[in-house]
């Protein structure tokens, strides 16, 4: 990759589609149109083009405004990629596949398209300490809503046995990819919701939103096994009052406050 290139960028001030059928006759680089613009990129030199242009402008009498630049080549994957940098949450270190694991540290690879399911995301790191401090070695547990599956991943490291369920397929697909990514198994899942299994578990997590909390509540409180643990996230503060009096029935363990966001963990204290 040279480091440098050069853009050229044409904008007649009426017969656009022509200036554009020239353009495409003269050049095998990709052209970009822009709100009237017509802009060029190349490695090699683009006097040529913009010498054509001014002809072309002068000989159809158009007034065309044209700039001619220099510019540094940059490598924008490698831009990208230095830009997501690791999160360490307890002892959980979330980190994309091109940056070293952390010695001491337990080991969760994200390539990640958004914040959230990324590690970064209020939400999903709250949920995080909550997975940490409950989750111990052969709970079973379920993640509704499993998203990108790092909740799923993180506990199955802890040493959980679990299930995953997400009611949009592409999440689950995700979901499976990331467990390969970590050489990490889950144990059973399925498109849809709580609802939909009759097993019981030690933990529940369900990081999605509180209207959706407050639907599925029931759901949720019967899938659960006595003293199990249930985490709850997504929650804006200005709706914890809602939550709060819709779980009212189970025992508020602890209380994880981020910014404008809240996660509550419940202990079942009912036999089941």
Known sequence: MSKYYFELSIKPDNQFELFLDLIESLVDDAIEENDGVIIIRSEESLEDIKDGVLQFSEALNI???????????????????????????????????????????????IDPALAFGSGHHETTSSCLE??????KKDDTLLDVGTGSGILAIASAKKGAVVDICDTDEVCLISTKSNFELNSSKFNNFWIGSVNSTKN???VVV???????????????KKVLKSNAKLILSGILDK????????FND????????KNEWVTLVFTNNKES
């Open 130 to 135: 909550a997975i940490d401090e409950f989750v």
């Open 239 to 246: 709706h914890e009052d809602k939550i709060l009096k819709k």
């Open 200 to 202: 019981t578990y030690d």
């Open 250 to 257: 189970l025992k508020l363990e602890t209380r994880i406050h």
């Open 63 to 109: 007034k065309c405004e044209i700039s001619h630049e220099e510019k540094e080549n940059i490598d924008w994957i490698k831009e990208y990629q230095n830009s997501i940098k690791a999160v360490e949450v307890g002892s959980f270190y979330i980190r994309p596949s091109w940056l070293e694991k952390k010695d001491g540290k337990i080991d969760i690879i």
């Open 206 to 220: 369900a990081n999605i939103v509180a209207d959706v909390l407050l639907m599925i509540a029931s759901d949720l």
